[in-house]
């Protein structure tokens, strides 16, 4: 097949067989905590030391795992087909980078990131965050938080991600549960703009029925053999039941 406009939507599901945990596990908790308590600006102001030190250990944890073959799969992809692959992730580690893609557009930030929650300044930071530390932009102290988006908040890069929606002929959704909004809702938008739209997941996720194509597996086999049937356009164009 011919370079074609793909916009790649990935969730947690992608980095699970590199080691890190997905979001919703049978407990409904997050690495032993709840979601709001850690990822809310609510829980945020309520105890702003157990947030820091647990976003300090999912990016210590970072160092640990490497990118597996569904991360460097899509950094082929987009090798070969350049801009017009557009990577969206809703997920904050870095193994989309580490396996070669450039470009990625984190919806939800990142975790080597850290944001002034004074002056809104965003900047790269691989260092543990401690609540005493000043921005660098403003000098306020006690205003740098991790640079995710949490509960409530808007997500990053909504215009690029529209506009890329508006080019799109296919659109690839890659693990993830689809219960987090607006990224669960992408996959109305590219149907509405034309695409063709497919899920990889492990298992069908909830909003399955909106998809025209599923690969049911593991994104580390499943995304590869798309990536490569695409590539070498085989592809199966047209949307199956
Ligand atoms: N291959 C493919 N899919 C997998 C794999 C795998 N090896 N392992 C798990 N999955 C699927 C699960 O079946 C599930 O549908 O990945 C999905 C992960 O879902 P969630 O844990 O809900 O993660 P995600 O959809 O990325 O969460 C969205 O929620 O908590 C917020 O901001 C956070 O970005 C996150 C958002």
Not at 204 to 226: K, L
Request: some cysteine.
């Amino acid at each position: 097949m011919s370079p074609t406009n793909v916009v790649i939507l990935t969730g947690a599901g992608i980095s699970a067989e590199s080691g890190i945990p997905t979001f919703r596990g049978s407990d409904g908790l997050w690495e032993g905590h709840r979601v709001e308590d850690v990822a809310s600006p609510e829980g945020f102001a309520a105890n702003p030391t157990l947030v820091h030190q647990f976003y300090n250990l999912r990016r210590a944890a970072l160092k640990a795992v490497e990118p597996n073959a569904a991360h460097q799969a899509l950094a082929r992809l987009q090798k070969t087909w350049g801009n017009r692959v557009t990577l969206v992730t809703q997920n904050v580690d870095d193994l989309h980078e580490r396996a070669g893609s450039t470009e990625v557009l984190h919806m939800h930030g990142e975790l080597l990131a850290a944001l002034c929650a004074g002056c809104e300044h965003r900047f790269k930071s691989r260092t543990d965050l401690k609540q005493t530390m000043p921005c660098p932009a403003c000098g306020a102290h006690g205003s740098l938080r991790p640079d995710i988006v949490w509960f409530g908040e808007m997500p990053y890069c909504m215009d690029d991600i529209h506009h890329a929606l508006t080019q799109a002929k296919i659109f690839v959704s890659i693990g993830t549960s689809g219960n987090v909004y607006p990224a669960a809702g992408l996959v109305r938008m590219a149907a509405l703009c034309g695409a063709t739209t497919i899920e990889i997941n492990l298992e069908p996720s909830v909003n399955t029925s909106e998809f025209d194509q599923r690969f049911i597996g593991p994104a580390s086999v499943e995304v590869p053999r798309w990536v490569e049937q695409l590539v070498r356009g085989t592809a199966d164009p047209l949307p199956q039941a």
